[in-house]
């Protein structure tokens, strides 16, 4: 049975409009409109869109330009329809960089689309920052400026309902170009604050990756972003380079960026009081007035740029505030924490270093007690809440690890004073860590056995092989003197030599594994103790697995090889691809291992062989 839907002929226009303007067929759309009432006008979508508006949507740009060529005058005043969330025509021009002579055409027909506001109280020009198109930005922009000069209101072009601003716009879109233009443009938006009391360097310090080159550990990416040409007129037409040389120039914009907007940024000099608002407590005997004072205070954020990208990991603009403005190194927050406090909580090991470089700063920063008790040391125990804290993807033995050394780094820091204050609870900084990591010390506990074990089997493995592998000697042995056939070869002493150091590190690894396996687990044991033997199992382990290897590869070319170079070449290459899935499996814990072991080197070094720095003070004239 035939069913016939019945559909009016609203709908049957609307879906030919809709999908003509979706495969770009322009000269049906324009033929279309010619017969309609409303031509151009003719409401297209449940939204109240116009043809004009899914054309400027859809990136016609040349069939808009016809439309708007095929109105008369009595026409012009219906381009300010609004859809339903209040976008004009012009609005719409803002999604695109090629839409300037369609807007263009429009201000010439209805120029008091320009200050028309959407439901959000965006302008066209607002729109354009928080979509990020550079082009159409600046074109409309100055005619912003023309506006202006008429008698105009700027403020009505810069900002919307929620306070927020063009500039606070550009910066959430990270098209960084632009917000440096606006911050040139229109200086006094440096200083604005949106709804939640932000200004644009607060947004820019609370995002990180705008800063993050993305490249990582990968070699090939590190050498294509050091060396690709990252200007605006640059482009690569191979995708791996045209991705990288757009982060690259991300990054830059955000640097230049930053840099404009912390000479203009003055909020680190609101700053809390240097005195401790905590009375100080340094034994567990409770007297009469010894207890703590326990302050209350209101939960209030780190507002200023200085904290907020140190707590979000934006070492950029952090360095580049305490290039401009040293003195904000000692800004105090509500909760009587400085920036050593903050960047020790939330692990921020880069801004560590540099204000613990700052000779003169540090001292001043390392006895700070904060409103709860806490010194500098008790901060590494108390929790961030932080997805880069929780997404830690490190074993529990080396965050263990990290903890002790930054905790003993920081110890020798601070003051005596600072080191025995105790918090409200009455914790020193040394019961605190002991309770914070009690599970962790678990876990690495476990984590490590379980990785000696391991290794412990591979090693003994490979000993059997190597060991098995010097009774079995390539070609055989002389039945009547029982020597080697091969043994005059060259390659028969590659194969011993490989052969015997194989079982020998091989078997050095297994008693290094052993050594791990009977440890006490001590807490200080972690610190440098077994990650250095658990650095040393691994070395032997993967030199035993390379002289096996090479063993293997003398093998074949002595019992089977043409006795050309290119069939050696190959074998070896054949022989050498399991050590190179091996160590790359392993290469990220082996390069933390060594980091580790060079800080430990480090510190030796430093405590036999201190530094002398001499500063040569200039002598000051007071005859003069």
Known sequence: MNVTVSRDDDDWTNTELYNALSMGQDLKVFEICRDLTNGPFHILTIHHDTVLHMAIFNKRNRLVVALLGSLNESQFEKLTWINSSGNTILHETTTNNGTVEAAREMLCRAPSLLMMTNKLGETPLFQAARHGKTKIFKFLSDEVETTVRKGANVETFLLRNDKSTILHMAILSQNFDLAIFIAQRYPRLIAAKD?????????????????????????????????????????????????????????????????????????????????????????????????????????????????????????DIVKEILNVYPQAVEHIDDYGRNLLHVAIKYRRMDIIDIVTNMAHSIRRLRGKIDYKGYSLLHMLSVPAKDNKVKDDIRNPALILRDDLILFERMRKVCTTLSRLQQNFNGETAEQMLLDKTTQLRVDAKEWMKNTAENCSIVAVLIATVAFAAAYTVPGGPNQETGYPLLKSKPFFIVFALADTLSLTFSLTSVIVFLSILTSSFRLNDFRYTLHNKLLLGLTMLILSVSMMMVAFAATLILTISSGRNWTNVLLYIISFFPVTVYGYSYIHLYKLLINAFCEKVWTVKEAIFPACVVVALPEADFTS
């Open 195 to 315: 709804g939640d009391g932000l200004t644009g360097l607060q947004l820019l310090a609370c995002n990180p990756s705008a800063f993050d080159n993305g490249v990582g550990d990968n070699f090939l990416k590190k050498l294509i972003y050091n060396y690709i040409d990252c200007s605006l007129e640059k482009h690569s037409r191979v995708p791996l380079f045209e991705e990288i040389r757009k982060i690259k120039r991300r990054c830059e914009s955000a640097k230049k960026l930053a840099k404009l907007l912390v000479e203009k940024d003055k909020s680190w000099k609101e700053t809390k009081s240097r005195l401790d608002k905590s009375r100080t407590k340094f034994h567990k005997y409770k007297g009469r007035d010894a207890a703590l004072e326990k302050i209350d205070f209101a939960w209030a954020p780190a507002v200023t740029p200085l904290l907020l990208a140190t707590k979000s990991g934006c070492t």
